[in-house]
């Protein structure tokens, strides 16, 4: 197994790189001012009682700056407002965006302190934070190139932009900045993207909607005795003597949850950006939530301890820098490490990109097992390989099964921006002297990926069938096809090859997956095909020796997955691949292998609940539970049999015994309204479908079933709302002729759209690639 190895394949130096914008490095961090002297209180201490000086003193702070902030704002809102493009309605200033700010009109950006201003006291934040995409979410080409052709778009412009800016640039549309001819002087924020007081000034979670969904206060960095917010940068010496205050002012319980990370990744094309319909973009909020790591979804395959996106995303670390934020000696990392190497290396971050890296390829998050081989006329599948004995012999075609598993990733291989982010399967057969029999996931000269390539992104496309190039996402009508692992999943890759008949002693197999930030072909929009390459990381691989004549059982890989997983994994590959007697079967070996195993057997029925084998299912199930009898998993399942057998008690007693473990559970509220409206129980199927949609607020049989049941209850405004959300965000009957347009017209790469699709060189007695790849 090969951990930790960098493909990183640069064409020039890191100084070589043409900067759109003025770079930001370290010196800016050596620029702060020193901090001020401080001694944290003692553990447990009482917080200092002020003097009535200090009181009064505090006092006229407050009267001063509450009322310098309003003034500043009022006269700020008079030159902005008669400029302001209201395209969507006074009402509604900030949509496609779904942003808010308490209080009146727009407010300035010189409301918000400044990064320096906190750096001074934070210097380990502001030094991690000035490197990280935060604090470039809105300057980098890689997001002005998309955001700047939606502006020029002559049938949209400037006032579209606040859906994407949003996030990327909150304080430039709080303060009214996206209108056509601007007065607002954008300098200063543009560059600093997401700044300290934008999150650390949000009040309230709008909804877990996305694109922005927050309330944003008017900026604050400390609190009065009374908890009431004094706004603007004070003293620091009155944040120093009253660190409490100052942390009652900009931390809230909610910065340390993933329903605040909710708000902006997750996000969706709303029909006033694309003049279309509702559209999912994104959604790692819900991933995550569906994954193991939420402890909120009884139906995954694997169990874990609870992880939150701050949990992986903003680990605790030593400090380097002067931080009065550190807890013995560590700080919650501002670095947001994640997947982003093209952010550090186009300016030059070297400590940055490093530690992307050193993150991406750490942590255990990938499993790459080269499973199985299948000989051409032969049924025998020869699995798990290295642990049963098999002859290969000169020419004969084998098939080699690659199971890749999303195993810690809280969400999926490849979340979010799936069009641009690059990761994919590099497939090499090579012979003891190292020349290549067969390559798949090569890059080519120009850099381009080998177009046959399996690769984890999707296809967006056009009502015309065309990719949706540059991240133009306001032209997304469908998605060609989407190859995304999601998480705690896996993912078969089948590769054919021929041994040579000359081969002699031994080939080896190597299986890799690979990671570039961005697409080759968008870096080449942005910059021109005259760029440096952008680094290739790779994130795993895993090699066997696949010997000519006998092979025999050999010791596994220390990072190899047990043999149940083994088996396990490939099941559900083969699941998610419609291939239901072959996950069955895969399934029944996890059994043979973990008698105890109450998931194997819970796997087998939900299979063939799938399968329509019910009789089966219901075996299969039953051994599940009467191995554990509060399995809440094989609970759910059981309620799909018993309705299924047309036993509603029971039916509803699995159900609800299943909410009652999982509260959050979106799959179980769901079946349990079903199941009540279905018996007419229209109160209890309300409360249900009302739950699930503040779990899922996009749910389509919450909108429809919820539209059905306020009018019902004599409440026809609800309804025609929800009836309005369904008929907005269901799938456009009309949107997979566009994917199959776009898939007529790439054949080189349209069985990317089958999911049991073989990678193969070889020819047919036709002339044509065998199995279509």
Request: aromatic share 10%; net charge negative.
């Amino acid at each position: 197994m090969k951990h930790g190895k960098i493909a990183l394949q640069l064409i020039g130096i890191l100084a070589g790189v043409l900067c759109l914008t003025a770079p930001a490095g370290t010196q800016e961090q050596n620029s702060l001012t020193p901090p001020p002297a401080y001694t944290p209180p003692a553990k447990g201490a009482p917080p200092v009682a002020d003097t009535p000086a200090q009181q009064e003193a505090l006092d006229r702070l407050k009267a001063r700056l509450e009322q310098e902030t309003t003034v500043a704002r009022e006269a700020y809102n008079s030159t902005v407002i008669p400029a302001y493009n209201f395209r969507y309605g006074v009402g509604n200033p900030f949509t496609p965006g779904n942003i808010k700010v308490q209080g009146e009109g727009f407010i300035q950006p010189g409301a918000f302190p400044s990064a320096e201003y906190c750096g001074t006291c934070h210097q380990e934040a502001y030094s991690q934070w000035r490197q990280a995409l935060h604090s470039n979410a809105f300057r980098t080409p890689f997001y002005r190139t998309s955001v700047n052709i939606l502006i020029r778009d002559k049938t949209r412009g400037i006032a579209f932009a606040r859906h994407c800016d949003s996030c990327h640039n909150p304080i430039g549309v709080l303060g009214g900045a996206l209108t056509e001819d601007s007065r607002v002087d954008r300098a200063k924020f543009d560059s600093d993207g997401l700044t300290c007081t934008t999150c650390h000034s949000v009040v309230a979670l709008d909804s877990t909607n996305g694109n922005a969904s927050v309330v944003m206060g008017v900026p604050a960095v400390i609190v009065d005795e009374k908890g009431n917010r004094i706004p603007g940068q004070v003293p620091f010496d009155q944040i120093l003597r009253h660190p409490e205050r100052h942390s009652a002012a900009v931390m809230h319980d909610f910065l340390h949850k993933p329903e605040f990370c909710a708000a902006c990744h997750k996000a969706n094309l709303p029909a006033t950006l694309n003049d279309y319909k509702f559209i999912r973009a994104f959604t790692a909020y819900d991933e995550w939530q569906q994954s193991k790591f939420s402890q909120r979804n009884p139906l995954t395959f694997y169990t874990a301890d609870f992880t939150t996106c701050q949990g992986c995303h903003m680990k605790r670390n030593p400090v380097t820098h002067p931080e009065y934020g550190a807890k013995n000696g560590t700080f919650a990392s501002h670095r947001w490490l994640a997947g982003n190497t093209a952010v550090p290396f186009y300016y030059g971050f070297d400590e940055q990109l490093k530690k992307t890296i050193g993150f991406l390829q750490s942590g255990n998050y990938l499993n790459v097992d080269i499973f199985a081989l299948k000989k051409e006329n032969s049924d025998r599948l020869i699995a798990p390989l290295g642990r049963v004995s098999y002859s290969l012999e000169p020419n004969d075609v084998v098939e080699a099964y690659v199971v890749i598993q999303n195993k810690n990733i809280g969400h999926s291989l490849i979340p979010e921006v799936r069009d641009l982010y690059e990761a994919w399967v590099e497939f090499t057969v090579k012979d003891e002297n190292g020349k290549e029999i067969y390559h798949s996931g090569f890059l080519k000269p120009d850099g381009m990926l080998d177009p046959r390539a399996h690769s984890f992104t999707n296809r967006p496309v056009t009502d015309e069938g065309d990719f949706v190039d540059n991240h133009k996402v306001w032209t997304i009508h469908s998605v060609a096809y989407d190859n995304t692992v999601q998480a705690g999943r896996s993912v078969l890759v089948r590769y054919q090859f021929r041994i040579p008949a000359d081969v002699t002693g031994a080939v080896s197999v190597t299986a890799r997956v690979n990671y570039r930030h961005l697409r080759q072909s968008y870096l080449n929009n942005i910059f021109g095909k005259d760029h440096p390459a952008y680094p290739v990381v790779e994130l795993t691989s895993r090699t066997r020796t696949l010997k000519i004549g006998e092979n025999q059982p050999e010791a596994p890989d220390a990072a190899d997955n047990p043999d149940w997983m083994r088996w396990n994994n490939l099941g559900i590959a083969l699941l998610d691949q419609f291939q239901y007697a072959e996950s069955v079967a895969a399934f029944h070996e996890v059994v043979k292998l973990r008698h105890d195993y109450v998931d194997g057997y819970t796997n087998i029925g939900l299979t063939e609940i799938v399968w329509e084998k019910y009789g089966s299912a219901r075996m299969a199930i039953s051994k599940a539970l009467a191995m554990d009898p509060n399995n809440a998993r094989a609970l759910y399942y059981d309620g799909l049999l018993e309705r299924r057998a047309g036993n509603t008690q029971k039916e509803i007693a699995d159900f609800r015994r299943v909410v009652e473990m999982y509260p959050d559970s979106r799959d179980a509220r769901r079946e349990l309204g079903i199941t009540y409206y279905q018996q007419k129980d229209e109160h209890a199927a309300l409360e249900q479908f009302e739950a699930l949609q503040k779990i899922d607020p996009d749910d389509l049989a919450a909108h429809y079933n919820l539209s059905i049941l306020y009018r019902r209850m004599g409440q026809p405004e609800k309804a025609a709302d929800q009836q309005a959300m369904f008929v907005d965000k269901k799938v456009d009957p009309g949107a997979p002729t566009y994917s199959l347009n776009y898939l007529r017209a790439h054949p080189e790469i349209s069985t990317e759209s089958i999911p049991w699709h073989v990678h193969s060189d070889l020819l047919g007695d036709a002339g044509e690639m065998k199995n279509g790849k």
